[in-house]
T-cell receptor, first 115, second 111 residues
Framework: EAQVTQNPRYLITVTGKKLTVTCSQNMNHEYMSWYRQDPGLGLRQIYYSMNVEVTDKGDVPEGYKVSRKEKRNFPLILESPSPNQTSLYFC??????????????FGPGTRLTVT | GENVEQHPSTLSVQEGDSAVIKCTYSDSASNYFPWYKQELGKRPQLIIDIRSNVGEKKDQRIAVTLNKTAKHFSLHITETQPEDSAVYFC??????????FGTGTSLTVIP
């Protein structure tokens, strides 16, 4: 089954404790992206990656890091989480090869609470 | 960067009526405009998209129209059904890499 997976699905942590949210896709997509979703603000892009070792900032990259060492994985790293990073996080992937559609396939989401 | 505004934030319609959600964008370079539906507790899913070289696109009860001159695009849902109740997000991208989403419209279809 074609899918995007994220782990963990729920996480409660404390300020300053480094954490990683994993994202994996099995569709051989070149493009992957991270978003955060907050009430009233919609989805905001954190980082994206066009391919292995190619990453770039989205609209709200502050406080986050990413890496793309393998095509299927795109982890999101919070080196020193703060309460304002409490949010619902979505990973997404898309095939940009010769397609007129940039349809993104979203993972199930990770609800992060930073106390 | 691009700025996408979406209206209304909430919308209630009677079953069978039509629903229209509008989005405006600021960057004239934006050339791809998707619409995502997010049911409660679920992930967003693409329902329709349109490129800037097309003025309208339909898929059964769903249509999207684009006015490049005015920089706005709209989602039209006809013959609404209770299962259409969800949050709808529009988005725009000038590059296919950076995506800018609207703030969402919560649609309720009243049986």
């Amino acid at each position: 089954e074609a899918q995007v997976t994220q782990n963990p699905r729920y996480l409660i942590t404390v300020t300053g404790k480094k954490l990683t949210v994993t994202c994996s896709q099995n569709m051989n997509h070149e493009y992957m992206s991270w978003y955060r979703q907050d009430p009233g603000l919609g989805l905001r892009q954190i980082y994206y990656s066009m391919n292995v070792e190619v990453t770039d900032k989205g609209d709200v990259p502050e406080g986050y890091k990413v890496s793309r060492k393998e095509k299927r994985n795109f982890p999101l790293i919070l080196e020193s989480p703060s309460p304002n990073q409490t949010s619902l996080y979505f990973c997404a992937s898309s095939s940009h090869s010769g397609s007129a559609s940039y349809e993104q396939y979203f993972g199930p989401g990770t609800r992060l609470t930073v106390t | 960067g691009e700025n996408v505004e979406q209206h209304p934030s909430t919308l209630s319609v009677q079953e069978g009526d039509s629903a229209v959600i509008k989005c405006t964008y600021s960057d004239s370079a934006s050339n791809y405009f998707p619409w995502y539906k997010q049911e409660l507790g679920k992930r967003p899913q693409l329902i329709i998209d349109i490129r800037s070289n097309v003025g309208e696109k339909k898929d059964q009860r769903i249509a999207v129209t684009l006015n490049k001159t005015a920089k706005h695009f709209s989602l039209h849902i006809t013959e609404t059904q209770p299962e259409d109740s969800a949050v709808y997000f529009c988005a725009a991208t000038p590059t296919g890499n950076q995506f800018y989403f609207g703030t969402g419209t919560s649609l309720t279809v009243i049986p």
